[in-house]
């Protein structure tokens, strides 16, 4: 009788990659010093053993029996422990094995045999070490591969997460559906360039430098003076801060310098340990006054993420705006 086709229990068929993972963990396993020595000697115990036991060595080659350990020995082990097995491989055979073909050599032919046989463990040796190599590259371009595309969906999500917000909130009231068209669209645009710069999840950080020229360029840049050291951002700082500038941005062509014949200065220093501190400053526009209501720009400009601290200062002269900013761990500028 048939099973019912709720009891039928398949198994998930594996993929090359997870083969090739298995294979990893197997060949790649950290091990003891003591642990890859005995390993050795137990694979020449097995080789020299088992060719006294046939023959002796009488016929043949008698190193023949040595190769699968030293090839096993490079790509198990690495190829210094398979250099170990080859000299103690001719040790074997020379003291042990010393009898037949080896033995009733003459002294060229024995050296003859014993250049071919050190030529032969040299490419065993190669040929072990740049499987282990190929077999390490792989694996860490499979885990690679595995971290970006989760990191893809976890930033995938927190864009989606935005977006919504973004549109959720709708125009003010009184507030020209165009001109909310036109901003919500600005802010996209924002977040797209901030995620070109990251890779879109391939890259952990980015340069200071370039998410803030990325996130002026809408804006005249030639209306903006920026200058600071050389930093590195991580990505919980570089789109927080990319969507900021675009806020700080879109305000100054509306109300602030940009609206008139002003000019931006942006400038950011290190401060301790893989931080730094931006300023925003605002010259040479018309007088300002701090905002009445808070949209959803005003959320934009405070702390979180990478922003540790905003702090704006609505001057009578041109806006002020200071930010903490995370950079990366170990960074220290130029």
Same mark, same amino acid.
Request: with cysteine; hydrophobic share 55%; charged share 10%.
């Given at each position: 009788m048939p099973p019912r086709e709720g009891n039928v229990r398949t198994k998930p068929a594996r993929s090359d990659a997870d083969r090739l993972n298995a294979l990893a963990r197997i060949v790649l396993r950290p091990r003891p010093v003591s642990h890859k020595i005995l390993l050795v000697l137990l694979g020449l115990a097995i080789a020299g053993g088992g060719r006294w036991l046939f023959?002796?060595? /009488?016929?043949?080659? @008698?190193?023949?029996?040595? !190769?699968?350990?030293?090839?096993?020995? /490079? *790509?198990?082990?690495? %190829?210094? !422990?398979?250099?170990?097995? $080859?000299?103690?491989?001719?040790?074997?055979?020379?003291?042990?094995?010393?009898?037949? $073909?080896?033995?009733?050599? =003459? #002294? @060229?032919?024995?050296? /003859?045999?014993? &250049? &071919?046989? $050190?030529?032969?463990?040299?490419?065993?040796?190669?040929? #072990?070490?740049?499987?282990? *190599?190929?077999?390490?590259?792989?694996?860490?371009?499979?885990?690679? /591969?595995?971290?970006?595309?989760a990191e893809l969906q976890h930033r995938a999500k927190n864009a989606q997460q935005m977006l919504r917000a973004l549109i959720g909130r709708g125009p003010a009231p009184g507030e020209d559906p165009a001109e909310f068209h036109a901003k919500l669209l600005g802010r996209v645009e924002a977040l797209g360039r901030a995620n070109e710069l990251l890779g879109f999840g391939a890259l952990e950080q980015a340069s200071l430098a370039d998410v803030?020229?990325?996130?002026? %360029?809408?804006?005249?840049? #030639?209306?903006? =003076?920026?200058?600071?050291?050389?930093?590195?951002?991580g990505k919980t700082a570089a789109i927080p801060l990319a969507m900021a500038l675009h806020e700080l941005g879109t305000n100054a062509i509306k109300y602030g310098a940009l609206s008139a014949g002003g000019r931006v200065r942006v400038g950011w220093r290190q401060e301790g340990h893989g931080r730094y501190v931006l300023e925003w400053r605002e010259l040479g526009g018309p007088a300002i006054t701090a905002p009445t209501t808070h949209g959803m720009g005003s959320r934009l400009l405070r702390p979180h993420g990478g922003l540790a601290r905003v702090e704006l200062d609505w001057a009578t002269a041109g806006l002020v705006c200071r930010m903490d900013l995370i950079g990366v761990e170990g960074d220290h500028g130029a």
């Open positions: 023959d002796q060595g /009488a016929y043949g080659v @008698p190193f023949l029996t040595f !190769y699968p350990v030293v090839v096993l020995a /490079a *790509l198990f082990l690495g %190829a210094d !422990y398979a250099l170990f097995a $080859s000299v103690a491989a001719l040790l074997v055979i020379h003291f042990l094995l010393n009898t037949g $073909s080896w033995n009733q050599a =003459e #002294g @060229p032919v024995r050296f /003859a045999m014993l &250049v &071919v046989l $050190s030529i032969t463990l040299g490419v065993m040796i190669t040929t #072990g070490h740049f499987m282990r *190599l190929v077999l390490f590259d792989n694996l860490r371009h499979l885990r690679q /591969a595995r971290a970006y595309n803030v020229t990325s996130a002026i %360029a809408p804006f005249d840049p #030639g209306r903006f =003076e920026c200058a600071g050291p050389d930093g590195r951002l």
